[in-house]
T-cell receptor, first 114, second 114 residues
């Protein structure tokens, strides 16, 4: 049973436009969420996080939105740049439960077209 | 210089062989982790360590063992490798609570078991 789902394996966006990557989760105990970006032959790198006490967190061109009632989060990249082309993973954890276990989604491959 | 390094970067071995993957970090973090990534799947946690004397099993620990030799070193061993352990292996560190438990990943080790 996959607790964190990224239903779109790939996404293509024109340079300068908005990229929206989606992530759904099933465990209502999750209270901390992160997005990672991964380039080929490299490890994932942290991009942005959000706690369940917030519904939005912004860092430059990257904004993460959290809808707790829908158990859904999304990453917006505006404007998209060719260097954003990578695989994006969302991850979730329940810090309040005291049990450490980050659950990762399967990833979405973003391609930004010049 | 990379903060989290993994050796080897690539390894091909045969069924039944003992394999050790090594991870070193210069970030000064107490927490270290081992993940594996398989095609079409997200990262899955194998083992994690919150300090030198604390080792915990993750989601898929069967067939693996670990050793935390020092704060900076965390090794993953496959005692008797089997083909379904062919995967991309990542080591990560985090600095909880100062860093909000954001994880920093190494570049990965691609392991092939024939």
């Amino acid at each position: 049973d996959q607790q964190v789902k990224q239903n779109s394996p790939s996404l293509s966006v024109q340079e300068g436009r908005i990229s929206i990557l989606n992530c759904d989760y099933t465990n209502s105990m999750f209270d901390y969420f992160l997005w990672y970006k991964k380039y080929p032959a490299e490890g994932p790198t942290f991009l942005i996080s959000i706690s369940s006490i917030k519904d939005k967190n912004e860092d430059g061109r990257f904004t993460v939105f959290l809808n707790k009632s829908a158990k859904h989060l999304s990453l917006h990249i505006v404007p998209s740049q060719p260097g954003d082309s990578a695989v994006y993973f969302c991850a979730a954890n329940s810090l309040s439960s005291g049990t450490y276990k980050y659950i990762f989604g399967t990833g979405t491959r973003l391609k930004v077209l010049a | 210089d990379a903060d989290v390094t993994q050796t080897p970067r690539n390894r091909i071995t045969k069924t039944g062989k003992r394999i050790m993957l090594e991870c070193s970090q210069t970030k000064g973090h107490d927490r270290m982790y081992w993940y594996r990534q398989d095609p079409g799947l997200g990262l899955r946690l194998i083992y994690y360590s919150f300090d030198v004397k604390d080792i915990n099993k993750g989601e898929i620990s069967d067939g693996y063992s670990v050793s935390r030799q020092a704060q900076a070193k965390f090794s993953l061993s496959l005692e008797s490798a089997i083909p379904n352990q062919t995967a991309l292996y990542f080591c990560a560190t985090s600095d909880f609570p100062t860093g909000g438990d954001t994880q920093y990943f190494g570049p990965g080790t691609r392991l092939t078991v024939l």
